[in-house]
């Protein structure tokens, strides 16, 4: 299917209706949390009764989908060993027996193994295709039916894709030809300062389609998942953000629709829109109004443009703690779950309180409403089946898992059966034969208007970020879309400005000849502007001194980190600690796809107070750290280095003083060898590596790059070069 036929059909698919045996989405086909299904089982024990199937060897602390009776889950991957990472997982629906399963590792990521599959699998029925993006930054597109890579994306080393500690994971979602991830990134260029940033990929082919920046300087990473709907004739996708405000934005396009600042940090919490475009959410952070409450649930009109103020609120009720899990709305009432497990029932017209129930001690998972019921499982594993009542709440149903087993997901639906995983096991509860059940009940309405206005609005410029070497061609496709977002057509008589080198002749963008450099290419037609943009990167070898008083402009997660600072008349670059969040922090230099290379820099350890920080170098995803603490050490995953790999080993050396680090990768035989020297600089590089490791489950491919703690103090690079081996 050539490219206009597929943006033709993608544009049907607005339309066409999804049938409820596919659960595609970890929140349910219109992202709410409904089920279209009726006949489910309102009771079941964990000894047979109802319980088709519970396969213990694929826990996951996410939701399931399930998509032409097939399961997916994201999940740890021979976990407790050496080989350890994650993996994607498809199980058949009628058994829970496994199809395939998609392993890679995780790397240069702070993660904990406990966290590995946060994010839900996204499914799109038209190409039988899943999308995965892992606690590693590893984002894939599979083949639903085999397990094959369609193509894959390095969130981390591409865009500057942050995995910190806390493992948060964004789950993406897929809205015509287009899938869109999301998370706190800092890269180059007009996007070095992190935000919490949204990435549109073509879904066949994995190029970037359009990126949209959140509030600058976010405090948080979050988990949350964008809703598709439409509001006021308008198609649009409704998120909470890591800088703590609900946005709108036009799903094909990116363009910001409205906006309601409810926090001052990063909201979890995925809020939900009716289908009269009424906007409802909350969050368990300090509110943006009232700075000294924290937590607040809350409803406006979604039929709105611009910025949403407190008084444009329907209503709002402050100190309600919805940190975690994400409400539904059943008839003219709101069900949502604290982050203590407390059930609240609110009329959803006017956030009257309706009744209170307590369901357990811990809430992480999502409620799920399906024929009438409220189904969901608290954290410690008791699964409730709750009737809706006229003063509340009555409990149809009770089971408790066993003792011990969290459950972090919420609850899917497929063909009269419902799916959940806990930590320990996945179970598949049903009784008889599947039922084929069509979905009775439209779903939100995306009654999206016909492209009646065929002026040309808005422009993107595709693919809007690559690589490509000096000389080398890309050919642009311009789509223009109007003023509510709807695609109007393909746009060939737009002219072009380049920014940093190269030309556009036809539509053709041509690389500069040049050595690196960062280009930015405008396309405008009328009034209507888009633009994209190129890193260009030649073959090795590369060299950096900062003669030229600059960070690099193509380096990734770089210039928001380091400034350019004078040093006995010469330009170096300065690993600050005046940014909180940024004084631990890894940077990218290039490409993805190089091995078997060698990186080698100058380094010189400012001691504050008779401290040291750490610092370092990246090859081959890769980390090779000399330690404040007198060490030197080779990584890969950093939260795994008692077991995954890592060979650490005394290193004495001294601060306020030059010293040059070398670090080679070498690939064969199956495995990845790697080595390192520090010596001081001006003295004889010594003959022999000093610290030598070999990875049995090896990283084949990755960026070079920097690595740096600077929380105790900082540090001075200088002379960075990365060649061949």
Request: charged share 25%.
């Amino acid at each position: 299917m050539n490219k206009t036929n597929a943006t033709i059909f993608g544009l049907l698919l607005l339309a066409a209706p999804l049938c409820a045996e596919d659960w595609t989405h970890w929140r349910g086909p219109n992202n709410d949390g409904h089920s279209f299904e009726t006949g489910l089982p309102k009771e079941w024990s964990r000894k047979g009764d109802n319980l088709l199937w519970r396969n213990e060897e694929y826990g996951a602390r996410n939701t399931p989908i399930v998509m032409n009776g097939r399961v997916y889950v994201i999940c740890r991957s021979f976990p407790e060993s050496t080989k350890e990472g994650e993996k994607t997982v498809c199980l058949d629906a009628e058994t829970g027996e496994m199809i395939w399963e998609s392993v890679h590792n995780i790397y240069l990521s702070d993660a904990p193994a406990e966290r590995t599959g946060w994010s839900s699998v996204a499914g799109d029925p038209e190409t039988d295709t899943v999308f995965s993006q892992g606690l590693g930054c590893v984002f894939q597109c599979l083949e639903g039916g085999t397990g094959r890579i369609v193509w894959e994306r390095s969130l981390s080393e591409e865009f500057g894709l942050l995995s910190t500690y806390g493992g948060r994971t964004n789950a993406p979602v897929v809205f015509e030809d287009l899938v869109i991830a999301s998370g706190i990134t800092t890269g180059w260029g007009e996007t070095a300062i992190p935000a919490h940033r949204f990435f549109a990929f073509d879904k066949r082919t994995g190029d970037v389609r359009w990126v949209h920046s959140t509030r600058l300087r976010p405090n948080d990473t979050t988990y949350t998942t964008p809703v598709l709907t439409t509001l006021n004739g308008e198609a649009a996708m409704v998120f909470s953000a890591g800088d703590g405000a609900v946005y709108a934005l036009q799903p094909r396009t990116g363009q910001r629709i409205w906006k309601y600042q409810a926090s001052k940090r990063g909201i979890n919490s995925t809020p939900i829109v009716d289908e009269n475009g009424i906007v409802y959410g909350g969050h368990a952070e300090q509110n943006a109004a009232e700075t000294t409450i924290l937590g607040a649930v809350f409803a406006f009109d979604g039929n709105t443009r611009g910025e949403i103020a407190e008084s444009d609120l329907l209503w709002k009720i402050p100190k309600r703690a919805l940190g975690r899990s994400s409400m539904v709305k059943l008839k003219d009432r709101l069900y949502f779950l604290e982050d203590g497990a407390l059930l609240v029932i609110l009329e959803a017209k006017t956030g009257k309180e309706v009744a209170e129930k307590k369901v357990g001690r811990i809430m992480f998972g999502s409620p799920l409403v399906a024929d009438g019921h409220i189904y969901l499982c608290e954290n410690t594993g008791r699964f409730y089946v709750l009737e809706p009542t006229e003063n509340g709440v009555d409990v149809v149903a009770q089971t408790r898992l066993s003792q011990g087993e969290e459950v972090f997901g919420s609850l899917a639906v497929s063909n009269g059966r419902i799916f959940l995983s806990s930590m320990e096991a996945v179970y598949c509860i049903g009784s008889g034969e599947p039922k084929k059940t069509a979905a009775t009940v439209p779903a939100i309405k995306r009654n999206e208007g016909a492209v009646s206005d065929r002026k040309i609005a808005q422009l993107v410029v595709s693919p809007t970020e690559e690589i490509l070497k000096p000389g080398e061609k890309l050919a642009l496709e311009v789509r223009g879309y109007n003023a509510a977002g709807q695609y109007v057509g393909l746009v060939n008589d737009a002219s072009f400005a380049v920014e940093g080198g190269g030309t556009v002749a036809d539509g053709v963008f041509t690389a500069p000849a040049g050595g690196i450099a960062g280009v930015k290419i405008v396309a405008t037609s009328g009034d209507a502007t888009g633009s994209a943009r190129a890193r260009i990167l030649p073959a090795f070898p590369w060299k950096f001194d900062f003669s030229d008083g600059q960070v690099p402009v193509t380096w990734i997660g770089a210039n928001y980190r380091h400034k350019p600072a004078e040093v006995d008349g010469e330009t170096v670059l300065r690993k600050v600690s005046t940014i909180p969040k940024g004084t631990r922090s890894q940077a990218w230099m290039g490409m993805t796809t190089p091995h078997d290379y060698t990186v080698q820099a100058d380094f010189f350890a400012i001691t504050n107070d008779g401290q040291l920080p750490d610092m370092g170098l990246i090859n081959q995803r890769y980390t090779l750290d000399v330690q404040g603490a007198q060490r030197m050490q080779i990584r890969s995953w950093t939260a795994r280095l008692e077991l995954r790999f890592a060979k650490t080993q005394p290193f004495e050396w001294e601060g306020d003083t030059w010293y040059t680090m070398k670090f080679q990768s070498e690939t064969g035989d199956g495995k990845v060898t790697l080595r390192g020297k520090v010596w001081k600089r001006g003295e004889a590089e010594p003959a022999e590596w000093q610290i030598e490791a070999a990875d049995e489950v090896p990283n084949l491919q990755g960026s070079p790059g920097l690595f740096g703690n600077a929380k105790i103090a900082e540090f001075l690079i200088d002379n960075v070069m990365v060649s061949e081996n």
